[in-house]
């Protein structure tokens, strides 16, 4: 593997989000190796650790109309069918629902599935169960969004907390063009993004998948490919 490519992978800017914490977590070990050695080595491995969580890596998007990409790096732990969070008033159906679980490992910076404009954003307080739970997806913190597409149709994307995750970061509004793969948030220490897509649009992901944000393409709007399966090898 070149060498250049090592390094890009490895060596990567921090989201802004970060800068506070790797701040603290330096000033904490310089603290914890004036009091003993071995407590200075546990905080550079501190301060590394979270220099790594806040990593914000260069992604390629594909740009095709009518993908629909992945908006979080992690696992695909639901394909199902699903209402829309009511706070975003996208009717009482059931849609095609694909969730990602973000692990304390996993890049937390989260993307725009498809380009169109944002129709609504809706944050409401809840709970911090365990994100991979279904009932996270009703009772914990979420914050959601609806998406206009070119075509008029809409789909939705919902930030959900997770049991350690305190803070969920949204940075678009209501009425803003957005573009495919472009970033807009993230939710720090673990977690879910969940993607509500139009009826009739069939997952190109299978559970237990790992899923790239900006990147892996969770769905086509202009094929009529059946659902995908996987088996683990």
Same mark, same amino acid.
């Given at each position: 593997? +070149?060498?250049?490519?090592?390094?890009?992978?490895?060596?990567? #800017?921090?989201?802004?989000? $970060?800068?506070?914490?790797?701040?603290?977590?330096?000033?904490?070990?310089? $603290?914890?190796?004036?009091?003993?050695?071995?407590?200075?080595?546990? $905080?550079?491995?501190?301060?590394?650790?979270?220099?790594?969580?806040?990593?914000?890596?260069?992604?390629?998007?594909?740009?095709?109309?009518?993908?629909?990409?992945? #908006? &979080?790096? $992690?696992?695909?732990?639901?394909?199902?069918?699903?209402? #829309?969070? #009511?706070?975003?008033?996208?009717?009482?159906?059931?849609?095609?629902?694909?969730?990602?679980?973000?692990?304390?490992?996993?890049?937390?910076?989260?993307?725009? +599935?498809? %380009?169109?404009?944002? !129709?609504?954003?809706?944050?409401?307080? =809840?709970?911090?169960?365990? &994100?991979?739970?279904?009932?996270?997806?009703?009772?914990?913190?979420?914050?959601?969004?609806?998406?206009?597409?070119?075509? =008029?149709?809409?789909?939705?994307?919902?930030?959900?907390?997770?049991?350690?995750?305190?803070?969920?970061?949204?940075?678009?509004?209501? =009425?803003?063009?957005?573009?495919?793969? /472009?970033?807009?948030?993230?939710?720090?220490?673990?977690?879910?993004?969940?993607?509500?897509? +139009?009826?009739?649009?069939? !997952?190109?992901? &299978?559970?237990?998948?790992? %899923?790239? &944000?900006? /990147?892996?393409?969770?769905?086509?709007? %202009?094929?009529?490919?059946?659902?995908?399966?996987? /088996?683990?090898?």
């Amino acid at each position: 593997m +070149p060498l250049p490519f090592v390094l890009k992978t490895v060596f990567c #800017p921090i989201h802004r989000a $970060g800068w506070p914490f790797v701040i603290i977590f330096s000033v904490a070990t310089v $603290g914890l190796w004036w009091l003993a050695e071995p407590l200075g080595w546990l $905080g550079i491995v501190l301060t590394l650790w979270c220099i790594y969580f806040f990593r914000d890596p260069e992604r390629v998007s594909p740009t095709r109309d009518g993908l629909i990409i992945s #908006p &979080a790096d $992690g696992t695909v732990h639901v394909i199902d069918e699903a209402v #829309p969070p #009511p706070e975003l008033e996208m009717g009482d159906q059931p849609r095609p629902r694909i969730a990602i679980f973000m692990n304390a490992l996993n890049v937390h910076v989260n993307r725009i +599935p498809c %380009a169109g404009k944002i !129709a609504k954003v809706s944050y409401r307080p =809840g709970k911090f169960l365990n &994100a991979s739970l279904d009932k996270a997806s009703e009772d914990n913190e979420r914050n959601s969004v609806r998406l206009t597409l070119d075509d =008029g149709q809409d789909i939705a994307f919902v930030q959900i907390a997770g049991l350690i995750a305190r803070r969920i970061l949204c940075d678009i509004k209501e =009425g803003e063009t957005v573009q495919t793969g /472009e970033r807009f948030g993230m939710i720090r220490f673990g977690s879910r993004v969940e993607v509500f897509m +139009p009826t009739g649009v069939h !997952a190109l992901v &299978a559970v237990g998948q790992t %899923a790239i &944000a900006g /990147e892996t393409v969770l769905a086509d709007r %202009a094929s009529q490919e059946p659902a995908r399966h996987g /088996e683990a090898r």
